[in-house]
């Protein structure tokens, strides 16, 4: 991550470490998530604290495959959501998960956007899914203030350990066609765009196509004696 002072690693915005989600993790991630995807709240027509909270228990569910970008005060600025190749995104467990109503949070009246939202969504990500040796990029996102700053490069380059161990060849994600500041992001920390897909119909945040990225790992060899 940039910073102003080789020597003491101070620099004028401030540090963030990064370590593995914990579930009390989840309200900074619902946070961080309702403030930093427009385009979920411009396809839902809804606002950023409504946005964390319809999304609270789906980051629940994944805080063993969560990383966090914590501030020096503690708070989560970021965080990415990776999945290495064999692991379940979403913890399976016999609890009953708290059910977000959505009804309620969005209005009946809103309800059409969700199908209108991840209909084109899923069926363009279906194009391009992951291998069996791939790892998963499921989600990053950085707090605005803390964007431009080199957190989600961090992210990135923190997870790639594990997805290595896990024997992954390679990394993909999925991004908006027109998300340039993400692919700028994920261009720098070694992506590439190995496929365009198109959206069946344009979504109600305007968004009528997604890219396949994907960054080639080095593959770990057991060490010969
Ligand atoms: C995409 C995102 C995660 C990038 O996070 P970040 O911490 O700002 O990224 P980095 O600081 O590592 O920056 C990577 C590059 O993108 C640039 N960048 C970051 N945000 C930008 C923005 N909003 N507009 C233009 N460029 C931007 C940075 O300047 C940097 O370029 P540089 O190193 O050449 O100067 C962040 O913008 C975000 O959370 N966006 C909303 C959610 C989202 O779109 N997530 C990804 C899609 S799944």
Known sequence: MRTDDPQTGASSFGQVYLRQATPADADGMATVFGIAFDDYRRGLGVDAVTLGAMWHPSFSARVEVSTVAVSAVGDVVGFIISVPPGVEEFRRDSRPRARPRFPEMMGWRNMWRLPATFGPMGLAF????????????????????????????????????????????????????????????????????????????????????YVAMRKDLEVLRPLSR
């Open 126 to 209: 279906a194009r391009r899914r992951t291998r069996p040796d791939e790892g998963y990029v499921s989600m990053l996102a950085v707090r605005p203030d803390w964007q431009g700053k080199g957190v989600a490069r961090s992210l990135l380059l923190g997870v790639e350990g594990a997805m290595v161990r896990a024997g992954a060849s390679g990394v993909l994600l999925h991004t908006a066609a027109r998300n340039q500041a993400a692919q700028r992001a994920y261009r720098r920390a070694g992506y590439r765009v190995v496929r365009t897909l198109r959206s069946p119909w344009t979504d109600p945040a305007g968004i009528n196509a």
